[in-house]
Structure formats: C-alpha cells, structure tokens
C-alpha cells in the first residue's frame, strides 16, 4: 500500500492579493448592474471577452459563476432546481447549478461579498459553442427569462488542423457581432481599443503559460489544485491591465520558490498530470489525498486551456478567431493525443489521472479509447477516476481515495 502521511502543501503568498482583485471585479460588475452605468454583457469561458470589453461591457463569466457553486458545495442542491423544470441531471452540472442558483435567488457572490445580492443582470448574453451546445442552450433559458437577446459564435469542431477556413468561418461571426453590440452598448467599436485589449490579453496568456511552466521544475512549485483557484483572473479578467500585473507578482514568487528548491508537495515524489475538469467540491481533499502520499498534480489540459498564443493587435478578428479555434477542446483526439504527449515530456510525468465528469463529455477524454492508446504509446500509466464538476452525487469519495492509493503505488513499484 503507498504510504500515507500529512505532507506540508506551501500557501501561495499571492493569494491574498488575487482574492483582492477577483473582489474589486465582482464589485465593479455589481456596480455596472445595480446602477446601470455601464452596460453588462454575460459571456462562456472562450466567447469573445475581448469583443465586450473593447466596447465597454463589464463581463460576467456564468461559468466562473457555476465553478463557485461547486467550489463552495451549494451546486449539489441546486441542480434538481433545474433537473424540476426539464433540464436533465446527465447535462451540464455547470448549467443546473447555475440555472437552480437563478431559481432559488442563492449565490456565492452574496455570501462572499458585503452588499452584492445577486448576480449582475444582463443586457446581452454572447456565447461561443467552441466547448459544448450546452452554453447555447444555458443562455438561450436566461435569454426568454429575462427577455435579453443571446448571440454567438456557432463554432466548428472535432479539428486536427485549424485551417483559414475554419479562421474566416469564425471571424465573419465575430465581426457579425458588432452592430447589435454597438446597438445595445450606444457605443461605436473602437478599433484602437480593441488592439489595446486583444494586447494585454495576449499579456496575460504568456505570463500564465510561464505561470504554469513553473511546474517543469523539480521539485514543482505550484499543484493543479493551485493553479484551479489561481486562473480565475485569467478567466474573468483577459484583456485587463490588472491580470497582467497579478501574474508578475505570482511568477516571481514561483520563480523565487525553484531558486531555493521549494516544493509546493514537500518531498515530491511522483509527478502527475490531470487530464479532465476538477471536482470543485472536492479540491482540498484531493489536494491532500495526493500530496499525502508525496505525489504532485502539477500539470494539467484544464489550466493551460487559458493560454491563448494567436492574440495578436495587429490583427485582432482573426487572431482573436484563431485562439478560440485552437483550443484544446475544439480539437480532434489525433490533436488532443499529439497535445498530452508533448505535455507528459515538458513536465516529466509518471501517471495521468483522467477525470471523467459525469456531465460533461466534452472535457472527458477517457471514453473513446485514449487512455489506452496514450499508454501503449507512451508508457506512461493512468487511471480514469468518476466523478462530475459539480454534481456531487456522482462522487465517490472512497473509491476515489482507493484507487488513487492504489494507483501510486503501481507507480512506485514501477520505479
Ligand atoms: S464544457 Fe462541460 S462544463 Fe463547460 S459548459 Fe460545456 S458541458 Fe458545461
């Protein structure tokens, strides 16, 4: 049995002062939407951010949204909310959530934040169906419910290459966009404001992918379950001066971490790879569940999903066309496979953990044989662990306690 014992996992000092700019957006948001001094735009994880901001839209992220739900467990009793009005339990658990959240009037922002009640309202919702239809569907509810228009980006998928077809397809789409934004912005598009924006969010993407290449080092400075929690400017805050600045202050800390040979799992071990979406509810305990038994999540699809190399000022339809296309889940298993090998060399690994999320399909890569051809390939062992986002009802924590255990120590004895 792998031998398991409390193991020290390091805080990150930055933390505070990320908590305090995710704060200052959530209530710059909440502003916008109880005074109605800016316009809100609500947008999926990779819809056009850059498009809104640049036109002066505060943007609300529902699925940073419906990650609070799961980080903070409240997602498991909303979520028949929404499974009561017709939306199935074997759909996105980030929907029903955040959709049971809507229903009920309860969310995390008004807990966490003094004076924030309730999500900002939406004057437009922008989607881009890159990832999955579920947010077409997701917004499509929100839209006849308020009675706000929801507009997108219908993208293609399953791509080995992105090709200039696929680039003019997608960039037509996003140009598409603009009237009914200025429309209901009042504002024209400025270009130059664009570029700015497309900028400091190709700023952004390049610290983050040093942020997370921190991790090739050995011992790794920072864990998957860090950098879930440590993305979130990232993910709300692309295109702004202050993710920019946050991930200076981050990647000096983890750069000042390997010069002194600190670990974030003391006495790493065993270097993992996570392949999958977390479950939110339970990331503290599968932070300790692995460096418990030395073992260091350190790299994963998840995060550096949000490392967009194609933004470019110089041309900021196309490119902003290309990094929504170039993402990981848009691509082919060929691309995907190609993507996972490179990632288990650059950061050495010794097992991946798939994670196969109940309600979401599209971020579970273990159904349709890859495991099995990445290990043939690579030598590389893994093992595929059930459980969902949000829906912790489709979590078995002993199981999962049990065959992680089990599967470290096959890796050890494989040493
Ligand atoms: S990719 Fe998965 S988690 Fe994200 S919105 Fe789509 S179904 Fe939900």
Redesign the pocket.
Known sequence: MAEEKKIIRKKIQATDQMNKIMADYFYDLNEASTTGSRKVAWC??VGPAELLRAMGFAVHFP?NHAAMLGATRMSTDLIPEANAIGYSPD?????TADIGSYITGKTPLAMAFEGIKSVPRPDVLVYNTN??R??QD?FSWYSKELGVPSIGVTSPKNLTDVTDAHIDDVTRQIEALVPQLEEISGERLDMERLRETVALSRECTELWKQVLETATARPAPLTFFDGTIHMGPAVVLRGTRQAVDYYKVLLAELERRIEDGVGAVEDEAIRIYWEG?PVWGRLRQHSELFSNLRANVLASTYCSSWIFQAFDAKDPFRSMARAYLELF?VRSDEYKEKYIREMLEKFDIDGIIYHD?K?????SNSRYGMPQRLEAETGIPSLVISGD?NDLRCVSDEQTKTNVEAFIEQIEEGE
């Open positions: 999926t994880s699925e759909i996105c658990s980030y929907l990832q999955c579920d947010v997701w979406m889940i999320a309600t979401c399909p599209c971020n986002l």
